[in-house]
């Protein structure tokens, strides 16, 4: 296995993010996106100035993807919208869970196709099997793609478009299912990697390389583990921080994975140890990124 120490890792962004997550590479503006959940910020890092401009959100924003139109779409406690980050203009288009007041949504992504994939987590018990994974096209339609989910979270699709992965947090693993990019369906799941119960992390967000593999976060634990499409682990990235959320490749030549962190649930004495926690880093590991679908709609 190969490592990658903490030396090799930038803090690109000094932030105090309470929950950062969702970082997403646009090519048309060269900016890195990426949200404050519990702050209710989006945030956008310019990567030459090393300038982050910040959009204020009415309610806590989960995750953005960028859309063809231009304007992101994004997913809200408990909505999807679009947002505008030029005009600031905010447009609610669905919530699928009027039922679950206790539910919100976490990750999400846009598929090769242009639908964008958000999975729900019970924002009170979060290791009860109350979420789901939703997929929501272009023409607005929702769709439910897996019930009793637990902490729903990083997602994403192998090279080749046949398969599609998607993190249960606290069911400790991530799920590999075929996927039929042409109608958007899934099947055939079964569990890709694990995480020990007993180590005190649990996977967060991912992405996937050129290459196939799997860069999943470890969060509580400070570590990014790239797993083999066959499931083997074949890196880990050694963070400056416990709590790392989610990762992203960037750059012009998607050869740079940006990293979100969060400070919830941390004591002032952790943060005292680790006070670059809710920041954004960087880090050059070697292999380079997938661009990231547009929303078709």
Not at 80 to 102: H, R, V
Not at 165 to 189: C, H, K, M, P, V
Not at 220 to 249: K, N, Q
Request: negative net charge; aromatic residues 12%; charged residues 25%.
């Amino acid at each position: 296995m190969r490592i990658l120490d903490q030396s090799k890792v930038e803090c690109v962004f000094r932030a105090e993010a309470i929950v950062g997550e969702s970082p997403l590479w646009s090519p048309r503006e060269r900016v890195v996106y990426w949200v404050d959940i519990t702050g209710q910020k989006i945030h956008r890092f310019n990567t030459t100035a090393n300038i982050n401009h910040t959009f204020h959100l009415p309610q806590p924003v989960t995750a953005v993807g960028l859309r063809e139109k231009g304007g992101l779409i994004i997913t809200l406690r408990k909505d999807f919208a679009f947002y505008d980050p030029k005009t600031q203009a905010l447009e609610l288009l669905s919530d699928p869970e009027e039922d679950k007041p206790y539910d919100r949504f976490n990750d999400a992504k846009c598929d090769r196709q242009g639908r964008f994939w958000a999975g729900t987590m019970d924002d009170v018990k979060w290791n009860a099997p109350f979420g789901s994974l939703y997929r929501f096209d272009p023409d607005k339609n929702v769709t439910c793609m897996q019930r009793h989910v637990i902490c729903a979270n990083g997602l994403g699709w192998s090279p080749d478009n046949k398969l599609f992965y998607f993190t249960e947090s606290f069911r400790y693993g991530i799920y590999a299912y075929d996927f039929d990019l042409d109608t958007g369906n899934i099947s055939n799941r079964r569990r890709f990697a694990s995480l020990d119960r007993d180590s005190d992390g649990f996977p967060d967000g991912l992405t996937v390389d050129e290459e196939g593999f799997i860069w999943s976060v470890h969060n509580a634990v400070g570590r990014i583990i790239r797993y083999s499409p066959e499931g083997a682990v074949d890196t880990m990235i050694e963070l400056p921080v416990p709590r790392p959320t989610s990762c992203t490749f960037g750059g012009d030549k998607l050869d740079v994975l940006y990293i979100t962190s969060a400070r919830e649930t941390m004591t002032p004495e952790q943060i005292s140890k680790a006070p670059l926690s809710g920041s954004l880093f960087a880090v050059v590991p070697g292999v380079r990124g997938l661009p990231e679908p547009y929303f078709a709609g």
